[in-house]
């Protein structure tokens, strides 16, 4: 079946230091893939979407490029913020879009 | 914009007890789908709908009961709660394609004694 697998956290980084959140995943047919945030106390939401092959997902600093040789889809910011402490979910929606299946989550830290 | 409003958003039961969480999505969304989130397992799918009338299994429904009688409304049914149930609860709703964005509720957070 599909599935997803993400780097284990937390990760604990500096303010303006570079982020890569690694994301691989397990898939039939043609996933689209994403990336969610989920901030304290809240639901999850959107940061940034692929669907297919070689196209780069980006938002608010972050991008990911949906890589069809490596199934591969890592999350990478070039200078972290303090606000930009969450929690951070790799997921893969199957090609008839019944299932997200979500990776384990990656908690960031950013220090001031 | 209301979104996709779950309650409640905490609740404490007995073993045994049942219970009702409820989700409305105001949208006009076609599929809707609940989720159970814990500690370094990431978000599981219990159940799916892609329409009114129509549900169906996710990776862990044992326990768990839906229901779509209208395109607002995936109530998620705990008919006789365990403590294996204890968990936060996120219901979440997209528009009909594979890449459409998963919209999330707040969550509910369920202890189960």
């Known amino acids: 079946g599909n599935s997803v697998t993400q780097m284990e956290g937390p990760v604990t980084l500096s303010e303006e230091a570079f982020l890569t959140i690694n994301c691989t995943y397990t898939?039939?047919?043609?996933?689209?893939l994403f990336w969610y945030v989920q901030y304290p106390g809240e639901g999850l939401q959107l940061l940034l979407k692929a669907t297919k092959a070689d196209d780069k997902g980006s938002n608010k600093g972050f991008e990911a490029t949906y890589r069809k040789e490596t199934t591969s889809f890592h999350l990478e910011k070039g200078s972290v913020q303090v606000s930009d402490s969450a929690v951070y979910f790799c997921?893969?929606?199957?090609?008839?879009?019944?299932?997200?299946?979500f990776g384990a989550g990656t908690r960031l830290f950013v220090k001031a | 914009n209301a979104g996709v409003t779950q309650t409640p958003k905490f609740q404490v039961l007995k073993t045994g007890q049942s219970m009702t969480l409820q989700c409305a999505q105001d949208m006009n969304h076609e599929y809707m789908s609940w989720y159970r989130q814990d500690p370094g397992m990431g978000l599981r799918l219990i159940h799916y709908?892609?329409?009114?009338?129509?549900?169906d299994q996710g990776e862990v429904p044992n326990g768990y009961n839906v229901s779509r009688s209208t395109t607002e409304d995936f109530p998620l049914r705990l008919l006789s709660a365990a403590p294996s149930q204890t968990s936060v609860y996120f219901c979440?709703?997209?528009?009909?394609?594979?890449?459409?964005?998963?919209?999330f509720g707040e969550g509910s957070r369920l202890t189960v004694l």
């Open positions: 997921a893969l929606s199957d090609t008839g879009g019944f299932k997200t299946i």
């Open positions: 709908s892609v329409g009114a009338g129509i549900t």
């Open positions: 898939a039939t047919g043609y996933p689209s």
């Open positions: 979440a709703s997209k528009s009909g394609t594979n890449t459409g964005e998963l919209f």
